[in-house]
């Protein structure tokens, strides 16, 4: 051990700060010097002379196949989601509430109006989603609104996932029903605290 420190310190000493031209030594070549091609080389073995090749037809890259229709694009067969595919539980809600406050609120405001600050401060109205007509809209179509637009809104699939669509799409149906409830809707234990 006393003969090999000694050696091993001159050899690391006689390595320090020195450049070479030189290639360093090589144990195992094979994983620097591979036969591949480059991203967008050129390659003689097909005949359009591209190295790079389109994958196959149906292929979908890992973790993004989406076999769910409704669930990812709202509809099925042609035909929309008639009803939400999550269970609205509070937890959804608040994710939706947070979404809508995000995306939504600027144009149709907090409580879904259609009143918001873009309206206010340009000559575009944004529809208010207590209309009959956007109530009588299946969840499914709300969806794809979200997601694709309509008229003068844009779509929105870029900035929010499909989770969070629907999320969006379960505190709309809460905003709308907290505005259209009814003194039946209220437990009669409650009813008695109401002005």
């Not at 450049?19 to 030594?25: A, F, N, V, Y």
């Not at 480059?38 to 389109?54: E, L, M, V």
Request: proline share 5%; charged share 25%.
């Amino acid at each position: 051990m006393r003969r090999v420190l000694p050696f091993l310190m001159t050899l690391l000493i006689g390595c320090a700060g020195q450049t070479s031209r030189k290639p360093p030594i090589e144990i195992f070549a094979d994983m620097d010097r591979q036969p591949k091609y480059k991203t967008q080389a050129a390659g003689a073995f097909f005949a359009d002379g591209r190295a790079s090749r389109r994958p196959v037809a149906g292929t979908v890259a890992q973790g993004q196949l989406k076999e769910d229709a409704i669930f990812y694009a709202g509809a099925e067969g042609g035909m929309y989601a008639g009803r939400n595919p999550l269970p609205v539980t509070r937890d959804l809600l608040v994710q939706g509430q947070e979404r809508f406050n995000i995306s939504c609120a600027p144009c149709h405001d907090r409580a879904g109006s259609g009143r918001g600050i873009v309206g206010a401060r340009s000559m575009w109205l944004a529809t208010s989603l207590h209309d009959q007509r956007i109530k009588d809209m299946v969840d499914g179509e709300l969806f794809d609104v979200i997601t694709h637009g309509r008229r003068s809104m844009p779509g929105y699939r870029f900035q929010t996932s499909e989770q969070e669509r629907w999320a969006i799409v379960a505190y709309v149906r809460a905003l709308q029903r907290a505005t259209s409830g009814t003194l039946a809707d209220v437990p009669e234990e409650l009813r008695q605290e109401l002005r």
